[in-house]
């Protein structure tokens, strides 16, 4: 609401003349005049003396008696004291995050002039800088000059006044007009409110209906006038969306960024071009991927691909920006281009894979980690492996005699852990080392850890229920299925991808979304499989990749992988044990499957960098205005939680500045710190530790504009000329604005009278010597004129 304001109110001294006794017109028409006349002109009528003597005598006659009835009918000096009420214009000024679009006003020449002179911008300005420009330096001032009070107020969601600089952020999450006014007119009731002007795109998002409040305004006796900012053209608009990029990635890899381009008001078959650009040092760009791709509003997506290139030495991460070109009379010009990072580790994924037996699963998958892939470092138990044998590993990596148990090697010493088909308590002869080993991988989990669950015959996944790592699994298991696989084990069967059209990342195993999908599901692609343990459904949040395409329970085919977090660390479960078959005839594929998956793992402990820092924010999106809060945990040297009051943490916003933050330790929850930041921008925000000038930890945000606003960000003039129509104002665009101020012409101040005083102006010296002159000057001319 708006607080209690203060009148415009001077107070004002006026002087006047009346007759205070004068009697009714009529009386002075049909009984002075005439008797008058009588007296003056009828009284000479007989005398012998010349017309011009007659004349001259009736005249002083007359003025003797006008002087005679001025005097009883007493005239007065009126001196009165006034209550001065100035004319109050209230300017309602659009603060909504609409306003921070940009307009090209490509085919309307008055417009764009008329922008960038409000702007003081030669380029595209957004429609808050007009605005906050048109009422600063030209409506405010034109007001004051004419004799009216300017009273200033920004809005969206809240009604906020304004002083002589204009503190807009374009912040609002939604637009409510009707709000605004009805908030001002109630606030300003007994005042001399005359006029209300809305500066705005007018696309009211919210609230109560706009042209009550016009009604009501204009029951009030206030004029509601509109100023239309925006490119007022039918929306004509190209722009280009992330789907798909990856956080992290290694050195050496090449990087997808799937971009989708959805666009309205363009002909039918047009097509636009879209390049895919790395950032390089003093914002260089360099062309990486380009292509070309249809126009329309269903949205057509594109893989670009950017080939392996170096990261920026200090920052670990390789910037990208995708764009396309504006087309031709395009009204919104600030979504033609996205940008994003990616954090790229020189780390190389250290996996602990640990199986039960022998099993074709882990023959296969252990020679995948030990040397299909530059970037993974593997260390693998087989329980059931003979003393002394020597435990597979990766080249130049000692090889384990054991499961490790403990806390410290678990946490510093692995990013994914793929556990096979044993159950939990067989990895040592000490219960309370295999209760620490459960534990221990849950919190690795917590800490960013990757954990993968390769469903076996015997005891994955069903030995993992009722212990820590049940909550972890991303899927149920029901009585009717841990019973296992009943089916029949001759008949082959092929997994189905649960979205073709966007198969995730670890599933994605050709680029050709089509190809991808035969290759999966129709004969001559990979290999079918036989066996699969059933499982009741993915956890809420999880996401299925694979299900069966016949078997299933409740509605629902079975789920064969499933991705999910819990909560900052990655898990994976396969209900499949023989992904081997697929080497038959697709062993590259079959590489890149457990390749991707291995990675998928990894990436919540890859964007950390230092295992002991982690840092995160709630969401990866955030709408313009809101805090954003970030945590951050921290242990010391032995994996400790620190004990450190607060941390500091570096903060980079897209324009590139970079600002400190400090984030305090949460009460109760030993080396955890929390936080907030205020976005002020939209764009791409980048939050990390830094240590001896490097980052060990970071993560990232973008900052939106809020879902309301988004949606239908053209402006609606149609509103706003209703409004100004209802309430009997007037309603312009930018190019008119002089237009409006011609009908403030000034003069419409309210005065009330507070006293007044009388001054008789006939008791005077002077009065009583012309009335004896006029008396005295007939006396002497009738003497003259030998008159009695």
């Known amino acids: 609401m708006i607080a209690s304001l203060q009148q415009a109110v001077d107070t004002g001294l006026r002087e006047s003349f009346k007759l205070a006794d004068v009697p009714a017109a009529w009386i002075v028409v049909l009984v002075l005049a005439p008797l008058a006349f009588v007296v003056c002109v009828l009284g000479y009528r007989g005398e012998s003396i010349s017309f011009g003597g007659k004349l001259l005598l009736g005249t002083l006659r007359f003025l003797a008696l006008a002087l005679l009835c001025l005097v009883i009918f007493r005239p007065v000096r009126v001196e009165r004291r006034e209550e001065v009420q100035k004319a109050e214009v209230v300017v309602l000024l659009d603060d909504s995050a609409s306003m921070l679009r940009k307009d090209s ?448 329970a409740r509605g629902e085919r079975y789920p064969l992988l499933v991705a999910g977090y819990f909560p900052a660390g990655r898990v994976l479960f396969s209900a499949l044990d023989s992904t081997w078959r697929w080497r038959l005839f697709h062993i590259g594929e079959h590489d890149k499957f457990w390749r991707n998956a291995v990675r998928w793992l990894s990436l919540g402990r890859l964007k950390s960098g230092d295992r002991r820092y982690r840092i995160e924010v709630a969401r990866s999106t955030y709408n313009l205005g809101e805090r954003v809060g970030i945590e951050a945990r921290v242990l010391d040297e032995d994996y400790r939680p620190s004990l450190e009051s607060d941390q500091k943490i570096r903060v980079g916003d897209p324009d590139g500045k970079v600002g400190d933050l400090e984030l305090s330790a949460v009460t109760g929850k030993p080396g955890t710190y929390r936080g907030s930041y205020d976005a002020e921008r939209l764009g791409l925000y980048r939050v990390w530790f830094e240590r001896d000038s490097g980052r060990i930890a970071s993560t990232e945000f973008e900052v939106t504009l809020p879902s309301l606003e988004n949606q239908d960000p053209t402006p609606d003039p149609s509103l706003l000329a209703e409004l100004a129509t209802v309430s009997g104002g007037k309603h312009v665009d930018l190019a008119h604005v002089d237009d409006l101020l011609a009908d403030f012409r000034g003069g419409e101040e309210r005065r009330e009278p507070i006293s007044a005083r009388l001054d008789d102006v006939w008791d005077r010296w002077s009065t009583l010597l012309a009335a004896l002159f006029v008396f005295a000057l007939e006396w002497v001319l009738r003497k003259r004129y030998d008159l009695v």
């Open 105 to 552: 006003y490509a085919a309307n020449e008055p417009l764009r002039q008329a922008a960038a002179r409000f702007s003081k911008k030669e380029g595209e300005a957004t429609r808050s800088e007009v605005a906050i420009g048109l009422v600063q330096d030209a409506l405010a001032p034109a007001l004051a000059n004419r004799g009216y009070v300017p009273r200033v107020y920004t809005f969206a969601d809240t009604v906020a006044a304004q002083g002589a600089t204009i503190a807009s952020t374009a912040r609002g999450s939604s637009t409510r007009i009707g709000d605004a006014l009805s908030q001002v007119l109630a606030a300003y009731r007994g005042h001399h409110l005359t006029d209300v002007v809305i500066v705005s795109d007018g696309r009211q998002t919210s609230g109560s209906p706009a042209l009550d409040a016009a009604r009501a305004a204009q029951g009030a006796g206030v004029q509601v006038h509109a100023i239309t900012i925006g490119d007022t053209r039918a929306e004509k608009n190209v722009k280009v969306e992330l789907v798909e990029v990856p956080s992290a990635a290694f050195e050496g890899d090449e990087i997808a960024a799937v971009v989708r381009v959805v666009a309205r008001g363009v002909p039918a078959g047009a097509r636009g071009h879209v390049t895919l650009e790395e950032l390089t040092g003093d914002e260089g760009r360099r062309v990486v991927a380009e292509d070309d791709a249809e126009l329309g509003e269903g949205g057509a997506r594109r893989t670009l691909i950017a080939r392996p290139g170096p990261a920026d030495p200090r920052t670990h991460e390789r910037r990208f920006r995708v764009s396309i070109p504006t087309e031709d009379g395009e009204t919104l010009v600030d979504d033609n281009a996205v940008e994003f990072s990616v954090h790229v580790t020189p780390e190389k994924i250290r996996v602990l894979y640990i199986d039960g037996y022998s099993r074709y699963e882990w023959r296969y998958l252990k020679e995948i980690l030990r040397r299909a892939d530059q970037n993974i470092v593997m260390q693998s138990v087989l329980l059931s492996g003979d003393a002394g044998w020597i435990q597979p590993s990766t080249k130049g990596v000692a090889a384990l005699s054991e499961v490790p148990t403990d806390r410290k090697t678990l946490l510093d010493q692995y990013d994914v852990i793929l556990l096979g088909d044993f159950s939990p308590y067989a990895i040592s002869p000490d219960p309370q080392k295999c209760d620490e080993f459960l534990r221990t991988l849950r919190e690795f989990v917590e800490r960013g850890g990757g954990l993968g669950f390769i469903a076996g015959e015997y005891d994955n996944p069903r030995a993992f229920l009722n212990t820590p790592l049940e909550d972890v699994l991303p899927v149920t298991i029901e009585a009717a299925e841990l019973a296992g696989f009943q089916g029949d084990a001759s008949v082959e069967f092929r997994p189905v991808l649960e979205d073709p059209l966007n198969p995730h990342e670890i599933v994605r195993l050709l680029p050709d979304v089509e190809a991808n999908r035969k290759l999966w599901e129709d004969v001559g692609g990979l290999e079918g499989q036989y066996w699969y343990r059933p499982v009741t459904r993915a956890k809420p949040g999880a996401q299925v990749l694979l299900r069966h395409p016949r078997d299933g």
